[in-house]
């Protein structure tokens, strides 16, 4: 819409102003013919050779009338001498009793000289109305401008659509180099799901084998694959793979947040994690998968800015809005912070302050998607060098505060 309005306008002004060179071109003619055009009008009044035989009526009506067609002509002066060799001006009749010392000649009168063989006829002084010709000059200095800035802003505009473009195909390359690597990562999660099934077989069939062994060794096989079959039951990976399958349900907040703990516990390290849950926490009615997410999500962010040192401080409280009751859950770390710049972008798909084979930049992206979906809602307040904190609420319906 703005290159084809900038083409219109600029091929609109390119015409005004070929319409107006074109005319102050035929101005400037005429304006330099106007004095033979004026000789060849009066030539029959000036060739009587005395003044009183001169039709003055005449030379007047006709002076006038060539006023009118000629607008630009602001005054003429048509003297003639006399007998005696004294020049008498003619038209207009009252010039000489106004003006007894003769035309003023600075008043930018042009002098033209009717000569007819060697005979001077008379004098005709011309005064153009130089307004006119300073109105045609700014006319074309005003096109010439505003055709000027509309071509700047014509070349302006092509740039930006230009740069727009690079910024797009740019963007657009990122955006499939990230795909390619999502798709790289729904393989992993499909062949996890597979690898986790397989996996209990082998471990089922060394714990039945371990039946038929005696002392310290079939007490010490027992538990480790216990241990291993009971980790895989509460943390219900093979779930948590199938997400799109699970029904939503009353969900108990504090064991969510537990699993979702033990989830991310390998990027824990000397972090310390700290709980203040009241003791009525409400439940949550949703996916467990999803809430698992979530809360897995901001807690492996929050160990990978404290970067192994630091503590997080999990806190929740019930509060009552006018849009209803809602469930609060912040998570606070004493870590580096993040500045404004940072801040602002967290929730972008794809942003990522980490390297490429190090985070995908999706997880707070799909951690406030998935809230959403749920009705709720998450913002973040970050202060350099004094940690961060997140907060995400989850409305409450009565069921929920009473189950």
């Given at each position: 819409m703005n290159r084809f309005f900038y083409f219109f306008s600029g091929v609109l002004m390119t015409c005004i102003l070929a319409a107006l060179l074109w005319a102050a071109k035929t101005h400037q003619e005429t304006v330099r013919g106007l004095p033979n055009i004026l000789l060849r009008e009066f030539r029959p009044f000036l060739e009587t050779s005395r003044i009183l035989d001169i039709n003055l009526g005449q030379l007047a009506a006709r002076a006038e009338e060539l006023k009118k067609e000629y607008r630009y002509i602001e005054e003429i002066i048509i003297r003639k001498e006399d007998a005696n060799g004294v020049e008498r001006t003619l038209y207009p009749l009252t010039y000489d009793l106004d003006h007894p010392n003769g035309p003023p000649r600075d008043a930018g009168f042009v002098t033209r000289l009717a000569l007819d063989d060697g005979r001077t006829l008379g004098t005709m002084l011309i005064k153009i109305d130089a307004r006119r010709s300073q109105w045609f000059q700014g006319a074309i200095n005003g096109s010439i401008a505003a055709l000027l800035v509309i071509s700047v802003l014509s070349v302006y505009t092509l740039r930006s659509k230009e740069q727009q473009v690079r910024k797009t195909t740019s963007l657009l390359e990122e955006k499939q180099r990230e795909l390619i690597r999502l798709e790289r990562l729904a393989l992993v999660g499909q062949i996890t799901a597979n690898l986790l099934h397989d996996l209990k077989k082998p471990v089922l069939n060394i714990r039945a084998e371990a039946d038929n062994l005696k002392g310290e060794a079939k007490r010490t096989i027992v538990e480790e694959t216990d241990l291993f079959l009971n980790l895989l039951r509460e943390l219900r990976l093979e779930s948590f793979l199938r997400r799109d399958e699970e029904r939503a349900e009353f969900l108990d907040v504090g064991e969510t947040l537990m699993r979702s703990l033990r989830l991310v516990r390998y990027?824990?390290?000397?972090?310390?994690?700290?709980?203040?849950?009241?003791?009525?926490?409400?439940?949550?009615?949703?996916?467990?998968?999803?809430?698992?997410?979530?809360?897995?999500?901001?807690?492996?962010?929050?160990?990978?800015?404290?970067?192994?040192?630091?503590?997080?401080?999990?806190?929740?409280?019930?509060?009552?809005?006018?849009?209803?009751?809602?469930l609060e859950i912040a998570f606070s770390d004493d870590g580096p912070g993040m500045p404004f710049e940072v801040l602002s972008r967290i929730f972008e798909p794809f942003f990522s302050t980490r390297g490429e084979n190090e985070s995908t930049g999706l997880g707070l992206y799909i951690t406030r998607t998935l809230i959403e979906s749920m009705g709720g809602a998450i913002d973040a307040h970050s202060i350099p060098k004094h940690g961060t904190t997140f907060t995400m609420r989850f409305p409450l319906t009565d069921e929920e505060r009473e189950a």
């Open positions: 990027a824990q390290k000397n972090v310390k994690v700290e709980f203040e849950l009241p003791d009525n926490l409400p439940f949550l009615f949703g996916q467990r998968h999803q809430l698992i997410q979530i809360f897995s999500n901001i807690l492996l962010n929050a160990y990978q800015a404290l970067e192994g040192e630091g503590s997080i401080r999990v806190s929740s409280t019930t509060i009552e809005t006018d849009d209803g009751a809602w």
